[in-house]
C-alpha cells in the first residue's frame, strides 16, 4: 500500500488517546497526519496501522506542510499550558482560514479565551469533548464539538464517521456556541464522579454491610448490569470483580491501595456548579471523598481511635438487595439530573444553545457515562426541549416514585450502622428537599437581617424588609 502524501485530517498528540483516534480515522478511510515531538510514539502509530492512510512525524513544519488547505489540525495533549505552546508552535506555519481543534479536557474559559485569540488571527478554532477512554476512541467515542459552527461542518463527516453509533445514528452533535463543547465534557466527567462514588459506596455496603465475598459482590454487579441498570461503569466494575494477575489466586483488587487520584474535571464541576448556583450536592460528595481518601495515615489513626464498622446490618440479604438496587437506580437518576440541570443554568448564562436531548442521545453510545437510562432522558427532553428539570418529567417521576422506597431502606440502615455512603445520602437529601414547595430558607433570611441587616422579602408583599430583631442589636 503506499502512503498519500497529502493528508486531510492532522493529530497533534501521539498518546494513547490521540493514536487511538487516528488510527480509528484510518479505518473509516481518513488520510491522517499525526505529529509528536517522541519518536517511540510516532513509530508506535506506524507499527499498528495497516491500512496506508496514516503518516508520523516528528517535524512539525513537516507535518504542517503534509496537510490539504484548509489544514484541519486536532490537538490531544495535556490541558494548561502546553496548549497554548502548540498553539504558538502552529501559528507561524498555518494560514488564515485554517482549523485548530482542542480536544482534551480543558477548563471551558481557556476555550473562550483562545477562541478570542486564534479569531483575531484568522484562524477558527474550536473546542470538543471526547469520551470513551481508550478503547472508545479506537472503536467509536462520543464527542462532544462546540464553537465555530461552520469550522465543525468541516470535519463532521470525518467526525460522524468515527463516532460510536447507537441505533444507527454518531454519537456526536454540534454542543453549541463558544464552550459549549468543553463544558458538556466538564460535566459529563462531574456525572462520571458521582456515579463511580455511587459504585464505590455499593462495594462497600456489599462488603462491609452484606458480609459478601467478593464473587458474591462481583455476581450483584453484573446482574445488575444485565437489567435496567446496564451502563458502561456498571460493566466495568463486574470485570474487575473478575481479574487476577497472572500467577496469583486473587483479585487484584484488593491488591490496590484505597487512595484514589483525579485530573481536576470533577472539581471544576462542583466550582462552576456554585457559580451557576446549580446544587449537584452527590458529584460534589463524591469530590469529596476523593479528597477524603489520600488521608490513609490520618485515617488509620481514626479507626484505631472510633473503630470501624462494628457489625454486619440485621437484615433479610435477598430483601435488602432488592432494596439497593432500587437505591442504585434512584441515586443514579438524580446524579443525572443534576448534571443536567447544570447545563440547563449554563446554557442560560453563557448563551450556549444546548439541546439537551441531542447530548443525551450521543451520551448513549461511546462515553464512560452511557447506561439504558439515557434513552428517558433522551425521551423527556424530546418531548419537552424547555423542561426546567429531569425530575420534573412525568416518565422519570415514575421512575423515581418506584425506586425511593429502596433509597430510603438503604440510607437509614447504613447510617444506623456506621456505614459511610454520602453520595446515596446526599442525592436522597437532595430530592427531598427538591420536592419541598416549602424549604426552612426564610429562617436563614431571618438571621441574615438579625445580624447583618441583609433584609429579607415576604410572602404576598412588593419590596424588602428589615426588622430591629433584637433591642441588643
Known amino acids: ?19 487511538s483516534l487516528l488510527l480509528n480515522m484510518g ?97 477558527h478554532f474550536f473546542g470538543m469533548g471526547v ?26 463527516p470525518i467526525f460522524e464517521a468515527i463516532a460510536a453509533k447507537v441505533d444507527g445514528e454518531p454519537c456526536v452533535t454540534y454542543c453549541g456556541t463558544g464552550s459549549a463543547g468543553n463544558f458538556v465534557k466538564m460535566v459529563h466527567n462531574g456525572i462520571e464522579y458521582g456515579v463511580m462514588q455511587l459504585i464505590a459506596e455499593t462495594y462497600e455496603i456489599l462488603k462491609k454491610g452484606l458480609g459478601l465475598n467478593n464473587e458474591e459482590a462481583g455476581k450483584v454487579f453484573t446482574d445488575w448490569n444485565n437489567g435496567r441498570l446496564k451502563s458502561f461503569l456498571l460493566e466495568v466494575t463486574s470485570d474487575i470483580f473478575q481479574y487476577k494477575a497472572p500467577g496469583t489466586d486473587h483479585l487484584l483488587l484488593d491488591d490496590i491501595k484505597d487512595e484514589a487520584r483525579a485530573k481536576g474535571t470533577g472539581k471544576w464541576t462542583s466550582q462552576v456548579a456554585m457559580d451557576l448556583q446549580a446544587p449537584i450536592p452527590t458529584v460534589d460528595s463524591s469530590v469529596a471523598m476523593r479528597d477524603l481518601s489520600k488521608y490513609k495515615e ?3 489513626k481514626a479507626e484505631g ?16 438487595l432488592a432494596a439497593l438496587e432500587n437505591a442504585f437506580y434512584f441515586n443514579m437518576i438524580i446524579s443525572y439530573a443534576q448534571g443536567i440541570h447544570m447545563l440547563t443554568r449554563a446554557s442560560v448564562e453563557f448563551n450556549y444553545g444546548l439541546k439537551l436531548a441531542e447530548i443525551a442521545k450521543i451520551w448513549r453510545g461511546g462515553c464512560i457515562i452511557r447506561s439504558l437510562f439515557l434513552q428517558n432522558i433522551y425521551e423527556a427532553f424530546t418531548a419537552n426541549p424547555a423542561l426546567e428539570h429531569l ?9 423515581v416514585k418506584g425506586s425511593i ?14 456505614i459511610a455512603a454520602p453520595c446515596y445520602a446526599a442525592s436522597l437529601s437532595y430530592f427531598d428537599a427538591f420536592r419541598s414547595g416549602r424549604m426552612p430558607s426564610n429562617l436563614i433570611q431571618a438571621q441574615r437581617d438579625y445580624f447583618g ?3 429579607y422579602e415576604l410572602i404576598g408583599k412588593e419590596g424588602t424588609f428589615h426588622t430591629q430583631w433584637s433591642a441588643k442589636n
Open 27 to 123: 479505518d473509516h478511510g481518513v488520510k491522517g497526519a499525526g505529529f509528536d515531538k517522541d519518536a517511540e510514539k510516532v513509530k508506535a502509530l506506524g507499527d499498528e496501522s495497516t491500512t496506508g492512510n496514516l503518516k508520523g512525524f516528528s517535524d512539525v513544519k513537516e507535518f504542517v506542510d503534509s496537510l490539504n488547505k484548509p489544514r484541519a489540525i486536532m490537538m490531544l495533549v495535556p490541558a494548561g499550558k502546553i496548549v497554548d505552546d502548540v498553539i504558538e508552535e502552529l501559528l507561524p506555519l498555518i494560514d488564515k482560514g485554517d482549523l485548530i481543534i482542542d480536544g482534551g479536557n480543558t477548563y471551558y474559559t481557556d476555550t473562550n479565551r483562545r477562541f478570542d485569540y486564534l479569531n483575531s488571527k484568522g484562524v
Open 391 to 399: 425530575l420534573l418529567d412525568g416518565g422519570v417521576a415514575n421512575e
Open 305 to 320: 481511635i472510633y473503630g470501624g464498622v462494628a457489625a454486619q446490618l440485621d437484615v433479610n440479604k435477598e430483601e435488602f
Open 453 to 455: 441587616a441583609h433584609t
Open 131 to 156: 469520551s470513551g477512554g481508550e478503547e472508545g476512541a479506537r472503536r467509536g467515542p462520543s464527542m462532544m464539538p462546540g464553537g465555530d459552527e461552520k469550522a465543525y461542518e468541516v470535519v463532521k
Open 298 to 300: 490520618m485515617r488509620v
Open 1 to 19: 500500500m503506499s502512503t498519500p502524501t497529502k493528508y486531510d485530517f492532522g493529530m497533534i498528540g501521539l498518546g494513547v488517546m490521540g493514536r
Open 405 to 418: 422506597g429502596g433509597a430510603r431502606t438503604v440510607v437509614s440502615a447504613v447510617t444506623a450502622a456506621g
